[in-house]
Every structure is written in structure tokens, then in C-alpha cells.
Nanobody
């Protein structure tokens, strides 16, 4: 059974940082590109960032470029999203997802597995 479990969310002030983690189990982690998505209240889910299976290639949504980095540790089946200079508009539930590809990370996927999400709330 595949599981993706996010952690690291919380309530923070604008301008601060958070690092989200996602631990995968039940799959061969290095066979998957990994992505982060978010859903803000009343909005559709949107792509945030993705990383190739090797960690060499990354892609970011425009609004987080320069503020976020994505990384992975294949030995620990974990992907990270470091978010800096957080803004109130970053408030959302953040999800990680796994895309079975050895190619470049794909914002549109399709993603095969999803986590349950972790809440990030940024106060002004």
C-alpha cells in the first residue's frame, strides 16, 4: 500500500520560513518524480513545485520562484519543500504527489499517488 505522509505545516507569521516534508512508503521512491501542490480556501488545487527522480531537475510555479526550493533524499524516501518569505496568500493545504516518470518533472503529471496534506497558515 502506497502512502505519502506530509508534515511540517503550521501557523507562522508572514516573512518567515517553513520546511515541509513528505515521506513515501510502499513504492520504489527513486522511480518517481515528486511534486508539491496546494489548495487554498475556496480555490482549485494548484501546482507549486516538482523534482525529478534524481533531484537534478526542478520546476516551480511562478508565484513561488525565488522563495521556494524543492529537494529529495532518495535514501530516506523523502521530499522537501523549503518555503521562505511566506505570504498570507501562501495559506493552503499542501499536498505531495508521486509521478511515475524518469523524465523531467511534470507540473501536470499525471500523478499516481497523493498524500493527505498538511495545513500551512500564514498570518499577516
Amino acid at each position: 500500500q502506497v502512502q505519502l505522509v506530509e508534515s511540517g505545516g503550521g501557523l507562522v507569521q508572514a516573512g518567515t520560513s517553513l520546511r515541509l516534508s513528505c515521506i513515501a512508503s510502499g513504492l520504489t521512491f527513486r522511480n518517481y518524480a515528486m511534486g508539491w501542490f496546494r489548495r487554498a480556501p475556496g480555490k482549485e488545487r494548484e501546482f507549486v513545485a516538482a523534482i525529478s527522480w534524481s533531484g537534478v531537475s526542478t520546476v516551480f510555479e511562478d508565484s513561488v520562484k525565488g522563495r521556494c526550493t524543492i529537494s529529495r533524499d532518495n535514501a530516506k524516501n523523502t521530499v522537501f519543500l523549503q518555503m521562505n518569505s511566506l505570504k498570507p496568500e501562501d495559506t493552503a493545504v499542501y499536498y505531495c504527489a508521486a509521478d511515475h516518470t524518469w523524465g523531467r518533472p511534470r507540473p501536470l503529471g499525471p500523478y499516481d499517488y497523493w498524500g493527505q496534506g498538511t495545513q500551512v497558515t500564514v498570518s499577516s
